[in-house]
């Protein structure tokens, strides 16, 4: 059989089913077995950075891998954002790169010549190091063994993006003696995590949730072992949908932007419990020497270095487990239930009086307009919010229900962002998804409104017009007395932008206020 319908059937048989593409000369015979397979899908983009943001949004819309195709050259150089994305939030994408004929590669020349084959690069090289594994395919003998480890990696937490690279005329060769197969996972070795002495000695808990919560598929779990202990917990950005925003025991966000009141709580607490987050420096401030330094820390995650590096930076962990979160919680016991009642009152006073910042009364339209916004909203739904001031008022002012999803990319942080996850994320779903973007990063991707109208998607957006790049402003503010180069509408966009009239001309229904 020919060595791309070998690849799409094994993936198929592995759960991946969608493609989201953009085509060019290295990639077309893949790209042309995929619209022969009646049991796969693919969707078209208009830029390859929007192909793999779109294939972030898919996987956290629906739990679902997608599988991206982009050619040589600078379809490979325009995914580097995507897959970084994808990499620093730990979202699992197959990525599949076109790459010129093997016998035009720089690997058979001793010489050095920067380039031999048109539009070609060293892929599998350059993406080392943010992809959990990526490969250049130098002859098709090797192509069970290389989508068996592409496809272990790729499903083995922690998670994260892979990269096959594909050279154009082993796309068009046949295989023999071989049969597209399912890669078996080790199951994980459960054990008994016993924190009883902790919860006794202690008076004021805390509970830290991450991103590693959702993405173990835990979130249950975790509001279940808060529940049983009575203890109260602040989450992350990267978990703030983890349950109902008006939950009793969730006291709030942590970090740089997040709610003061759940800053006292984790400064205060003499026992927190760190799941599934890596506790980022815009979590625990510039300063980690000062970080909760009244606390005994027990640190739950999967990847042992992002433990560690908190201890290299001055943070006492005293208990780590390296685990898998959903794991840790069907394993963890223990027989204290104690009453922590007085901790409960002292967090709800703050929660109370600290609940709307006073800081918040100069952009009190835009908090105004995003309660409204959240209050609108039907229950099934998901939200995807850009990057910038944007986000920041998005993740302040959300109030979920229990079924509602809302995230943005955290580590990447991407400008343009939200427009292509949402578009994932709706082909995803089949639900309802809301974007909300700034003025400013709307235009890095502003081409798949073309996207958005081809294939019909339910995606509503919202542009929060600040003039500019506001989160630099702000900062430009603080230390550069205010000097607004390259932040400024002027600066950036010459005349004010009018959004909806671009929006009209890509043929999406506009409502200005």
């Known amino acids: 059989?020919?060595?791309?319908?070998?690849?799409?059937?094994?993936?198929?048989?592995?759960?991946?089913?969608?493609?989201?593409?953009?085509?060019?000369?290295?990639?077309?015979?893949?790209?042309?077995?995929?619209?022969?397979?009646?049991?796969?899908?693919?969707?078209?983009?208009?830029?390859?950075?929007?192909?793999?943001?779109?294939?972030?949004?898919?996987?956290?819309?629906?739990?679902?891998?997608?599988?991206?195709?982009?050619?040589?050259?600078?379809?490979?150089?325009?995914?580097?954002?995507?897959?970084?994305?994808?990499?620093?939030?730990?979202?699992?994408?197959?990525?599949?790169?076109?790459?010129?004929?093997?016998?035009?590669?720089?690997?058979?020349?001793?010489?050095?010549?920067?380039?031999?084959?048109?539009?070609?690069?060293?892929?599998?090289?350059?993406?080392?190091?943010?992809?959990?594994?990526?490969?250049?395919?130098?002859?098709?003998?090797?192509?069970?063994?290389?989508?068996?480890?592409?496809?272990?990696?790729?499903?083995?937490?922690?998670?994260?993006?892979?990269?096959?690279?594909?050279?154009?005329?082993?796309?068009?060769?046949?295989?023999?003696?071989?049969?597209?197969?399912?890669?078996?996972?080790?199951?994980?070795?459960?054990?008994?995590?016993?924190?009883?002495?902790?919860?006794?000695?202690?008076?004021?808990?805390?509970?830290?949730?991450?991103?590693?919560?959702?993405?173990?598929?835990?979130?249950?779990?975790?509001?279940?072992?808060?529940?049983?202990?009575?203890?109260?917990?602040?989450?992350?950005?990267?978990?703030?949908?983890?349950?109902?925003?008006?939950?009793?025991?969730?006291?709030?966000?942590?970090?740089?932007?997040?709610?003061?009141?759940?800053?006292?709580?984790?400064?205060?607490?003499?026992?927190?419990?760190?799941?599934?987050?890596?506790?980022?420096?815009?979590?625990?401030?510039?300063k980690p020497d000062i970080f909760s330094v009244h606390s005994k820390k027990i640190m739950i995650d999967i990847d042992e270095n992002e433990i560690d590096k908190l201890i290299e930076m001055g943070i006492n962990i005293d208990l780590k487990i390296i685990d898998d979160v959903n794991n840790f919680f069907m394993c963890v016991r223990s027989d204290i239930h104690a009453d922590y009642s007085n901790w409960i009152n002292i967090v709800y006073t703050w929660k109370n009086k600290y609940g709307i910042e006073k800081a918040r009364e100069g952009d009190s339209i835009v908090y105004d307009a995003l309660a409204k916004f959240f209050a609108s909203l039907p229950d099934e739904c998901i939200i995807i919010s850009d990057i910038g001031s944007n986000m920041v008022w998005t993740m302040q002012c959300a109030q979920l229900s229990k079924t509602q999803k809302l995230f943005t990319n955290g580590g990447n942080a991407s400008m343009g962002f939200a427009l292509p996850a949402a578009i994932g994320a709706s082909i995803g779903s089949n639900k309802p998804v809301y974007v909300i973007a700034g003025d400013g990063g709307f235009q890095m991707n502003i081409q798949e409104l073309l996207t958005v109208k081809k294939y019909d998607l339910p995606i509503e957006i919202t542009i929060l017009n600040n003039s500019g790049y506001g989160i630099v402003k702000q900062f430009q503010d603080i230390y550069f007395n205010s000097n607004h180069t390259a932040t400024s509408k002027s600066d950036v966009f010459g005349n004010t932008v009018d959004f909806a009239k671009i929006a009209e001309v890509y043929g999406v229904k506009t409502l200005q206020d």
């Open 1 to 286: 059989m020919n060595l791309c319908d070998y690849i799409i059937d094994t993936l198929y048989l592995n759960g991946i089913d969608t493609y989201f593409i953009v085509t060019g000369g290295s990639i077309v015979p893949f790209i042309d077995a995929i619209s022969k397979n009646t049991k796969v899908k693919y969707y078209c983009f208009q830029h390859e950075q929007s192909a793999d943001m779109a294939a972030e949004g898919y996987y956290r819309g629906c739990g679902k891998i997608a599988g991206v195709c982009v050619t040589s050259g600078p379809g490979v150089q325009n995914i580097l954002n995507g897959v970084c994305g994808c990499w620093y939030d730990s979202i699992p994408a197959f990525f599949i790169t076109g790459q010129v004929n093997t016998i035009q590669t720089l690997s058979n020349f001793k010489s050095k010549p920067r380039q031999v084959g048109f539009q070609e690069m060293p892929v599998a090289k350059m993406f080392e190091d943010v992809t959990k594994k990526s490969v250049y395919l130098s002859d098709v003998i090797h192509i069970e063994s290389t989508l068996t480890e592409l496809l272990t990696t790729l499903k083995t937490p922690r998670y994260g993006p892979v990269l096959l690279d594909l050279p154009v005329n082993l796309q068009m060769s046949s295989i023999i003696d071989t049969k597209p197969f399912t890669v078996e996972l080790k199951t994980l070795n459960g054990s008994i995590y016993n924190i009883s002495g902790f919860l006794k000695e202690c008076k004021r808990p805390l509970i830290v949730f991450g991103h590693g919560v959702i993405l173990s598929g835990a979130s249950q779990s975790a509001i279940n072992f808060v529940e049983r202990y009575n203890i109260p917990f602040v989450v992350s950005w990267g978990a703030i949908d983890i349950c109902e925003t008006n939950h009793k025991l969730r006291v709030g966000t942590i970090g740089v932007y997040g709610d003061r009141h759940a800053n006292y709580a984790i400064q205060n607490a003499d026992l927190i419990i760190v799941v599934g987050s890596r506790l980022d420096s815009r979590q625990i401030g510039g």
